[in-house]
Every structure is written in structure tokens, then in C-alpha cells.
């Protein structure tokens, strides 16, 4: 990978960790915010509820901002950007559209076969 292309996926890296950020700090807030509200006589338990998959997509959220941050150092080492099975560069577009990955696809498939 070049520099200019490994300086790409940095810059791309960084726009989706402050995305996240942003998107974690703003439902910081808005949490407080409800928690501050007293809640409606007609509101109901339900099985799975919308605070419930709110709660999952920011866990989401935070476990693929904890990863982005990962592999950026990652990328900025020796080894950044090869595949930790075989060794072999991992192509950029495949690490543009997955930035989170550290395997190329042929051995991201074999994993999932397993």
C-alpha cells in the first residue's frame, strides 16, 4: 500500500470515528435526558422494546469505535494492511469498505466456512 493510499484509509478511518463519536456523545445526552423524565402511565413492557435495540445498536456502535481504533494503529505499523492469516496485502478497497477487518476476503471466507 502506498502512502498516499495508506494516508486515504487514515482520513476515512478518522471521519468514522468522530461519526461515532458524535453518535455516542448525542445518545449520552438524550439518556440523560430520559432518565430525567417520569415515564408515561400508558407505557407498557414489551419483549423486546425500542430502548432495547437502541441499547444494542449503540453497543454496536462502541465495539466498532474500539476496533476502528485498533486498527488504525495497526495500520500505521510495519505490518499494517496484511492479512493475519496468510500474510499477504489486504487491497484497499476491501479495507476502504471494511475498515475494521485484518483479513483479506479469501481467508475471511475460509473463516466463515468453518
Not at 486515504?8 to 435526558?33: E, F, P, W
Not at 432495547?52 to 494503529?73: C, P, S, T, Y
Not at 499477504?88 to 476491501?94: D, G
Request: net charge negative; aromatic share 2%.
Amino acid at each position: 500500500m502506498h502512502d498516499k493510499e495508506k494516508q486515504a484509509l487514515l482520513d476515512s478511518i478518522d471521519k468514522r470515528i468522530a461519526r461515532l463519536n458524535i453518535i455516542l456523545q448525542t445518545d449520552a445526552g438524550n439518556a440523560v435526558a430520559k432518565n430525567n423524565q417520569e415515564p408515561e402511565q400508558s407505557e407498557k413492557p414489551h419483549a423486546i422494546g425500542e430502548a432495547d435495540v437502541e441499547g444494542a445498536l449503540l453497543e454496536i456502535a462502541r465495539q466498532e469505535l474500539a476496533q476502528l481504533k485498533i486498527n488504525k494503529e495497526w495500520l500505521k505499523r510495519e505490518d499494517g494492511g496484511l492479512c493475519v492469516h496468510c500474510d499477504e496485502y489486504i487491497p484497499l478497497q476491501r479495507l476502504m469498505a471494511v475498515p475494521t477487518t485484518r483479513s483479506c476476503v479469501k481467508c475471511a471466507e475460509n473463516e466463515n466456512k468453518r
